[in-house]
């Protein structure tokens, strides 16, 4: 991360601010060492760092004003909580950050995209089910 972000540990509640992650890390709680739910905001600025990761990445491109929008967040809230330390999602507002979707072709919100190694692997356009989202994250095999 190239900013600092506060990530909260979900086995002992302490709150970790989080600057950088080596590469091939997952960011993990200061106090009791579990893996962290790595959830984030990226930015235009951000996006080349955020997209490099040992696990696989999922970019929610949304706006505070869309609908579908709202009811998707809790539900990568809860990936990213139950999936700690396998996943990192980075939450881009399209509104404040114009580039990077438009570098993207994305024409609508929610529109998830993953990246396996910092390249494009999947991408999801619309609220999917959390069970979709899950399967395009951890394929069977991979």
């Not at 972000?5 to 080596?22: D, E, F």
């Not at 890390?25 to 579990?34: F, K, S």
């Not at 955020?50 to 491109?61: I, K, N, Q």
């Not at 993953?114 to 356009?125: K, S």
Request: some cysteine.
């Amino acid at each position: 991360m190239t900013s600092s972000s506060i990530l909260t540990c979900p086995h002992c509640q302490a709150k970790n601010r989080v600057q950088t992650v080596p590469e091939g890390e997952v960011p993990a709680c200061a106090r009791c060492g579990q893996k962290l739910p790595w959830l984030h905001d990226g930015t235009d600025e951000s996006f080349a760092q955020d997209t490099r990761a040992s696990v696989p990445v999922l970019v929610d491109f949304w706006a505070p004003w869309c609908g579908p929008c709202r009811v998707i967040g809790p539900v990568l809230e809860q990936i990213a909580r139950d999936h700690a330390g396998r996943v990192r999602i980075v939450k881009v507002n399209v509104d404040e950050n114009p580039r990077t979707p438009g570098e993207f072709g994305v024409q609508g919100i929610p529109t998830l995209i993953i990246f396996r190694d910092g390249q494009l692997a999947d991408r999801i356009v619309g609220a999917a089910p959390r069970a979709t989202i899950e399967q395009k994250l951890f394929p069977p095999g991979a």
